[in-house]
C-alpha cells in the first residue's frame, strides 16, 4: 500500500495562504485562488496542517485591532470546517517531535521559527516536499536541503 504522497505531487498549505484564500478582501485573494486553481490543475495534492489549523483560528479570532479578524469561535469552527473539506488534512506523523529537534538543532532555530522549523517537520513526516506560503522568507533556509518554495 502507497502513501497519500508517494506517486503525486503534494504541497502544504501555509496558514497566511489559508487566512487569504478564506478572506475575499485580503489583498492576496486573488492571488491565491489563482495559485490554489493553477496547482490543483498541475495534479497538485492540496495539504494542511494541523499546527495550520491552531495558527488559523488564533488569527481568526484575535481582535481586530490586536491584527486578528475579530471572528467568533463559532465563525473560526466554520472557516476550519471549510478548509478541512476543501483540503487534505492529516494528523502530525508519529515522528513530528524528533524531526522537529533535529531541524532546530542543524538549522540553529531560536525563538518564533521554531513554528516554522515544526511545519517542515511535518511536511518531512508526511513526505511533502512543496510549500505555498506568503512569507518565504521565514523558510528561506530550508529551501533546497529540506523543502522546496512554491
Not at 486573488?30 to 498541475?42: G, S, T, Y
Not at 473539506?85 to 542543524?106: H, Q, T
Not at 521559527?113 to 515544526?118: C, L, P, V, W
Request: hydrophobic share 40%; proline share 5%.
Amino acid at each position: 500500500m502507497r502513501s497519500g504522497t508517494e506517486s503525486v505531487k503534494a504541497a502544504l498549505l501555509d496558514t497566511n495562504i489559508l487566512t487569504a484564500y478564506l478572506t475575499p478582501n485580503h489583498p492576496s485573494h486573488q492571488f491565491v485562488i489563482d495559485e490554489i486553481l493553477a496547482l490543483r490543475h498541475r495534479g497538485y495534492q492540496l495539504w494542511v496542517a494541523p499546527q495550520c489549523l491552531y495558527e488559523l483560528w488564533a488569527v481568526l479570532t484575535r481582535p481586530i485591532e490586536a491584527n486578528g479578524f475579530g471572528r467568533t469561535p463559532e465563525e473560526a469552527d466554520q472557516a476550519l470546517e471549510r478548509v478541512r473539506a476543501d483540503f487534505i488534512f492529516r494528523e502530525d506523523p508519529p515522528s513530528i517531535v524528533d524531526e522537529w529537534r533535529r531541524l532546530c538543532v542543524a538549522y540553529q532555530i531560536v525563538g518564533k521559527r521554531a513554528h516554522d522549523a515544526r511545519i517542515v517537520a511535518y511536511m518531512r513526516g508526511h513526505g511533502i516536499a512543496e510549500l505555498l506560503t506568503l512569507n518565504s522568507e521565514d523558510f528561506r533556509s530550508f529551501e533546497g536541503n529540506e523543502i522546496r518554495l512554491l
